[in-house]
């Protein structure tokens, strides 16, 4: 059996070779009893970690925006059925839960908890500086994939040990259940902790941009900290499901904010800033900058990802317009084969966007389809035209600096600094608006007014990037609840995004093949 994975992993690791991996040794990695032995298969091994990573890029966006209610989630502008459904109409049940086995994460986890396994203790091929940085790799990628699982499920089975790995087993030593939201979000402040701790021993804090880093780790603990101090998911024998944290307004001892602010901080305070163009972020040229934290890498040798899916059917274009009625070229975004179009923003969201704000045409083509249908494309995985093919190859990103700003603003809103929230939200905008900042200035009020122009700063400057549907649960209204209450949130409709006897919908149900094949394992209440 150990075997078979080592085959599997390595497959995994190759994938990553042109996007700064590691060099692969011509020993034989494919046993096991030796696997364990040199720094240079930890690094290979840590490798396909990230390999593991870059096959769960669709996740942010399906676990964190889907359900945002942004998308179409019938019909798209050019007349074909859209993916999504039910996550994208909200209308999960027990027997059709849009994703299946937890998301598939275990088996990522399965294979850090091997890597924390042989290197979390004394090695003789790495210096304690060494073994220190990987470990804070592995232990900051394992808490972004259980934080991940917290916030769709609540509390999860806490898996800490790769027992598949281990041989032949009885498949009921492989029954758990799922541990209380508590548990599960105490666990994932240890593990952040100690990737902060092992980062901070480490003789590096910092990696490519296609690796986890000590940067990374300040951001994902930062978003576990805000998230700890204003939702808890309710437990799993409360029907009610999630609700919200007693602190609901400005709290200057909420020693949870407090924690998510210091660890902002330093990131603030190390080599990233803003690039000038939000529009150059999304170029071939703009892969690598000064902005993104952490991404996840595509290449047109190697791997591309799901742009065709947001992008206009090439074939179906010759009947569009420009939203003036006059005729498109051919194929306006050089596409040259595209479509059918499967993921579309719905045009009242996109008409949040104020006509100055220089990220409405860098991240919207819009168009009018057969003189009518007001439709547009998401352009941020436009990727490049070469040799006459085009390649969805825009890399990923995870974790961008005006993240960092706006989670401060956030951050500093609680804490009852208002003047330093307005800062923050304008320094996202004054790249937004350029010359013309001066007429669209913040200027700081309510603490509910500033959640409002948080979320809605966060819903402009990250569509697509899968922070949407976890800023609704997190960010509050006048009445102390999460913008999902709120009906003005919910962009063109007069109804909220859920009810309140819809409570339970925060989190997701798990599917049925999961409940059936372990015992063990109790329904998300509510479904």
Known sequence: MKKIYYSILLAGMIGLNSCDSLDLSPKDYYGSNDFWSQKSQAEMFMTGIHADLRSKYQMPVTLGEFRSELLISDVTSMGEGVYGPPMTNNLLTRDNTGIKDWFELYPNIMHINLFIKNVDKDVDYMTEAEKSFYLGQAYG????????????????????????????????????????????????????????????????????????????????????????????????????????????????????????????????????????????????????????????CFDKNEMTNWGANWFYNVALFTNATDLEGNKCDPDPLNLLTAGPLRYEYKIPFIEIYDKDDSRLDAIFFQYLFEGKTHGACWKKLIGHTDGGSHYYDSD???????????????????????????????????????????????????????????????????????????????????????????????????????????????????????????????QTPGY
């Open 141 to 296: 990628l394992r808490a972004y994939y259980y934080f991940y699982l917290y916030r769709t499920f609540g509390g999860v089975p806490l898996e800490t040990e790769p027992t598949v790995t281990q041989g032949s087993i009885d498949i009921t030593q492989l029954y758990k259940a799922r541990s209380t939201p508590e548990e599960t979000l105490n666990f994932i402040k240890t593990d952040i902790n100690k990737s902060e701790e092992f980062f901070g021993k480490a003789d590096k804090k910092t990696s490519t941009l296609y690796e986890w880093s000590y940067a990374a780790t300040e951001v994902l603990k930062a978003k576990i900290y805000m998230w700890s101090a204003k939702v808890t998911t309710g437990d799993t024998e409360n029907s009610e499901g999630p609700h919200i944290a007693s602190a609901t307004g400005v709290d200057p001892g909420n020693s949870d904010l407090q924690t998510a602010k210091k660890a902002l901080q330093s990131v603030e305070g190390q080599q990233f800033e803003l690039v000038s163009d939000y529009a150059a972020l999304w170029t071939p040229e703009g892969k690598k900058n000064k902005e993104l934290i952490f991404a996840i």
């Open 396 to 522: 990923i990103p995870v974790y961008r600096y005006s993240d960092v700003l706006l989670m401060l603003a956030e951050c500093e809103n609680g804490l009852g600094n208002t003047a330093q929230c307005a800062k923050y939200i304008n320094d996202v905008r004054k790249r937004a608006y350029g010359d013309k900042f001066a007429e669209h200035e913040y200027i700081g009020g309510s603490y509910v007014d500033n959640e409002w122009a948080i979320l809605q700063e966060r819903d402009k400057e990250f569509v697509g990037e899968g922070s949407r549907w976890f800023d609704l649960l997190r960010l509050k209204d006048s009445d102390g609840k999460p913008f999902v209450f709120s009906a003005k949130a919910h962009y063109g409709s007069t109804v909220p995004i859920l009810t309140e006897d819809k409570r339970y919908m925060m989190l997701w149900p798990v599917n049925v093949e999961v409940l059936n094949g372990d015992p063990d394992i109790e």
